[in-house]
């Protein structure tokens, strides 16, 4: 029986985009080389609207210059995907995962992703699922304790996104899970290239008292639980420079 991998995680508190998007290319590069172990970043940004490889200008419904006056950077990334936003309240995860060698599966690693959030929303009583064809974690806000799929659903609404980079099968990015996001911050943008549907959070869900860090903590063992990972313990590096 093969030993199971240990995965590190590493709380980095409220961040900037740019700073952090660097830091995971290093990260990555290490882990290719086997340098470190297989590592997840949690956090979450300060206001920014990221377009993606695929993204579509139109999609971001302000100039930069607007953008900026309300406290937003603008950054292209590198992840796949079209448009979406960050902001204070929404728990973002970064997997730097080595894929190799029985996990090369770029649907399985989404599907892991979603099952993650899917299990983090749970755990507060929110019912949520996938919906064929849109990538994400996805809520029926009309009634969040029960999800019975995207047909049945009467307010269709996305609580979570997903964005990755693989590169010699090590990943990069990850998924932003509304916990107590403005949710009308995303009336800034079309978010993922989606117009028919709304973002909601779990705090518009009905979900009290959430607390980021807490949050994170639960996300990692989840998280490790899903890739079948042990886990050290959170190393907190809210206050380190990166």
Known sequence: MTAARTLRGVWLGRRPYAP??????????????????DTVLFLEHTPVVTLGRGADRSNVLLSDEALAARGFDVEKTDRGGDVTLHAPGQLVAYPIIDLNPDRRDVRRYVRDLTETMRRVAFRHGIAAGEVPGMIGLWVDRASPGTWSGPDRARDLSKLGAIGVRISQWVTMHGFALNLSTEVDLFQLIV????????????????VPGLVMKTEADAAYDLLADVFGFERAALDDRSSTEL
């Open 20 to 37: 952090v998007h660097a830091l995971q290319e290093r990260l990555r590069a290490e882990r290719g080389r086997g340098e470190i172990p």
């Open 191 to 206: 978010p993922c290239g989606i117009q028919k549907y709304g973002v909601t959070s779990l705090a518009e869900l009905g």
